[in-house]
């Protein structure tokens, strides 16, 4: 048995460090699936953790109460709330007034609360640069700040007001920008804003003519019934100020689930591929160590420690990768406490992406290896290409085309499935990158105000984005160069009997760029509308379409990027004398 | 040098193709080998002779017919049980040598040894006893690309040689050689048949059946020829390379 062992540890360790190329472009393929995998999962993890983080640190209240009346009318109606049942602790209540801010030249709507300049019991925002707030002084939400651009020192204008910038905080009392729910006094329909706080002396003059309202911050006996707190539709909870808080990665987290599905997808056609050249090329060594006594488990267990062992470093890779890239791709809000990796990978993500990695590894390995192990001896010995399955109507077309296109056709015809391959790379890479430019194509009406200020949602869409499209970039990269290359050696031979002939290099070169046009094609025809089907289906909004002219420029430069991929190691294969590679043998 | 029958074949065929154009590679073979025996089998290109040895060797199975090794019937066997008596009772030698490139001469010559679980220290030791015995222990920690085509040749025979097969099966072994590299696997290979090892060599080179027991002619499959005396007009020439 330690023999045997020594044996597949000995033949992996040699053959990783004889391929290294193919090593490397198989590890970077599962690692661009379980790296996506991470980041997927750390944005799911911090669309909680931070605002619970926040509401520790804040003193966050269960439930937060603010009646449509103003003036006298709330304070009332606040009254008997602060002794109701299952009420342990209560802040406020504070005065509020929904007004206007103006800095740097941009206005929004902005919820101006009035607080004490000692803390409260309840609902003590952090601070996170400057002071708390004192006569003459604005403190604004920090993700608001993040939003306006504003720092500690500049000066903003509230109602024709002046104010210095003294403070930024963060509180679990209300949601982060822009879901501070600003509205107009009296009215139930919320629109979206960003929060300030002021001295409870400075707000009557900020607020002028208008009516101030209130707002009261509870703690209840049992925080997770605040939902069914009896006070009506007058309260919001903690709950739904998390749920809030959420939504501004909702998009992201469509966006990277949705794409994930894709990159995985296209990660296991380009671990195939790989997978299938490196299997063609150890035809010889497994029909050695069949002729030298190794049974079909044997030589399984010897290709599959490989794949596995390469699975487990990607996934280790992936794991590290995504966890030190979640925080610059994807912040967590500004306005609240917390990092994105501020712990340590959780063990349910561990096996998560483990568990991707070695699916991806096993999945595309286990047929060739189980097909490796079942080949006969003789046949593996020979390094004999299985003959292509003569079909009639391929024999008749291709004798009716031009050379390039026959030489094409029969190249596909010796090897159906890596054909099959580059249809699959394809559809998924179009697909992927109609995806994309369907979800750059939604126009984003979003009203701040008066001004349009940056959309942390669409930020974290457009993180999102961009996360899939560099992986989806580094793996149709890797699929398209394996696919040509695995095509250009394999066709090396049959290239050379093409030339002896009378095919002219120019002619063989073209023969193999349209050996991976040719299935490319209805790769790309399909993946078209599957890209834009696909967004629509997962859209929940109205769906805006891109036009037709960029669908056709995407189709147009899949395929010239296939096509100029092939050229160049079809040129250096066409350009070696027909004579070294009909000499060459394997030694 | 011999004695009990070792390897039978008895009514021995191979036929590839359809009904519309069939290729008989071997065509009802019968062979004894006896235990010792040195055994050649000549012939041009395509007669079926490496087909024979795939056959007797059980890396193929006939058509028709039967195989015996040591009286155990193999065209019959699992492949797993065809596995294990590879690597317990036979040892193969190819024309183009079949070492593997990643691992040393010595790793590979231990490679049937640890198949076959013997500890990795038993076949450390088994495998540069056999490098010795071929002439490379010092080349043992040499990787095939640094050998020569007959420095590799040795080192499969060594391979060959790892588990004390009870036959050892050769493919053109100097196929591949140069004379001087083809001197050298002449010599083991008289070595072997010296020591008693039974060999079944496949072969068109007359040299190698100047220093078989006996010879045996093929074409079209079917043996044409068997002939102790074969070996007489080889041995000749094979002295004139001496």
């Not at chain 1, 600003?182 to 900020?206: C, F, K, M």
């Not at chain 2, 038993?122 to 085509?149: E, F, I, N, Q, T």
């Amino acid at each position: 048995m330690a023999g045997r062992l020594l044996l597949v540890c000995r033949l992996l360790m040699r053959d990783l460090r004889r391929r290294r190329t193919e090593t490397i472009l198989l590890l970077t393929a599962i690692t661009a699936a379980t790296a996506t995998l991470t980041i997927g999962l750390t944005l799911n993890e911090i669309a909680d953790r931070p605002y619970q983080q926040t509401r520790t640190a804040t003193a966050g209240p269960d439930v937060i109460v603010t009646p449509q009346a103003t003036g006298q009318g709330a304070l009332d109606e606040l009254a008997s709330l602060t002794t109701g049942a299952g009420v342990t602790d209560h802040s406020g209540p504070f005065p509020i007034a929904y007004l206007t801010m103006t800095a740097g030249g941009k206005s929004a709507h902005t919820v101006v609360a009035g607080r004490d300049t000692t803390p409260a019991s309840i609902d003590r925002p952090a601070v996170t640069d400057g002071t708390w707030v004192r006569p003459g002084g604005v403190v604004v939400e920090r993700a608001f700040a993040d939003a306006l651009g504003i720092s500690i020192g500049d000066t903003v204008t509230i109602s024709a007001h002046r104010l210095r910038v003294i403070g930024t905080a963060v509180t679990a009392a209300r949601a982060t920008y822009p879901y501070a729910g600003w509205h107009y006094p009296g009215s139930v329909l919320v629109e979206r804003g960003g929060l300030v706080w002021v001295d409870q002396s400075d707000i009557a003059t900020l607020a002028g003519n208008q009516p101030l309202s209130y707002t009261l911050n509870l703690k209840l006996a049992d925080p997770a019934a605040s939902s069914t707190y009896p006070i009506g539709d007058q309260l919001t909870t903690w709950q739904a100020i998390s749920y809030l808080n959420g939504r501004l990665y909702s998009d992201a987290r469509i966006a990277l689930l949705v794409g994930s599905w894709l990159l995985n997808g296209l990660a296991l056609a380009g671990v195939a591929g790989i997978v299938a050249g490196r299997i063609i090329g150890q035809r010889r060594r497994v029909g050695l160590l069949k002729a030298v006594g190794a049974g079909p488990a044997m030589i399984a267990a010897i290709h599959l420690a490989e794949y596995l062992a390469i699975g487990l470093a990607a996934a280790a890779t992936g794991l590290v990768t995504g966890w030190l890239a979640a925080p610059a791709l994807i912040r967590p809000s500004a306005g609240l406490i917390g990092s994105v990796n501020a712990q340590p990978p959780a063990l349910r993500m561990v096996v998560a992406v483990t568990v991707l990695a070695l699916a991806i590894a096993v999945a595309a390995t286990l047929v060739p290896v189980l097909r490796a192990a079942a080949t006969s001896t003789v046949h593996a010995l020979a390094d004999a290409a299985t003959p292509p399955r003569r079909r009639w109507w391929r024999i008749w077309l291709s004798r009716r085309l031009p050379t390039p296109l026959l030489i094409g056709m029969r190249i596909n015809a010796r090897r159906p499935r890596r054909a099959r391959l580059v249809t699959v790379n394809t559809l998924i890479t179009t697909t992927t990158l109609v995806g994309i430019l369907m979800v750059n194509t939604q126009a984003v009406h979003f009203d701040l105000g008066y001004t349009e200020l940056a959309n942390p949602r669409v930020e974290r869409g457009e993180q999102a984005t961009l996360v899939l499209t560099v992986v989806l970039c580094v793996l149709a990269l890797i699929n398209a160069v394996v696919s040509a290359w695995t095509a250009v050696l394999d066709a090396r031979q049959p290239l050379a009997v093409a030339r002896t002939l009378g095919a002219t290099p120019a002619q063989a070169g073209l023969g193999l760029a349209v050996a991976q046009l040719l299935p490319a094609i209805p790769g790309v025809a399909v993946g078209i509308p599957a890209g834009v089907g696909l967004v629509t289906f997962v859209s929940t909004g109205e769906v805006q379409y891109p036009p037709d002219s960029s669908l056709f420029a995407t189709a147009l430069g899949v395929l010239l990027a296939i096509a100029a991929l092939t050229a160049i190691p079809a040129m250096v294969a066409t350009r070696r004398p027909v004579v070294d590679i009909l000499r060459s043998a394997p030694t | 040098m011999t004695g009990s029958t070792v390897l039978q074949a008895r009514g021995l065929s191979m036929l590839y193709g359809d009904k519309h154009a069939l290729v008989r590679a071997v065509d009802e073979v019968d062979l004894i080998v006896p235990a010792g025996q040195s055994l050649a089998v000549m012939g041009p290109s395509g007669c079926g002779k490496s087909s024979l040895l795939y056959l007797l060797g059980g890396l193929q199975r006939p058509t028709d017919g039967q195989v015996w090794l040591a009286d155990r019937r193999i065209d019959t066997m699992s492949e797993r049980a065809l596995a294990r008596l590879r690597r317990d009772n036979l040892g193969f030698v190819f024309q183009s040598f079949h070492l593997m490139d990643e691992l040393t001469a010595v790793e590979n010559v231990e490679l049937a040894a640890l198949l076959a679980g013997r500890s990795p220290g038993r076949a450390r030791k088994r495998a540069m006893y056999l490098l010795d015995r071929v002439g490379l222990a010092d080349r043992a920690r040499h990787l095939p690309s640094a050998l020569s085509g007959g420095q590799r040749q040795r080192v499969a025979i060594a391979r060959a040689l790892s588990n004390e097969p009870l036959v050892v099966l050769a493919d053109e072994p100097t196929g591949n050689l140069d004379s001087a590299a083809t001197l050298d696997v002449l010599r083991l290979f008289e070595e072997l048949r010296t020591a008693g090892q039974t060999l079944v060599v496949v072969t068109h080179d007359p040299r190698i059946a100047a220093v078989a027991d006996r010879v045996i002619a093929m074409r079209d499959g079917a043996f044409v020829d068997d002939n102790r005396l074969a070996s007489t007009v080889a041995g000749t020439l094979y002295d004139g390379w001496r």
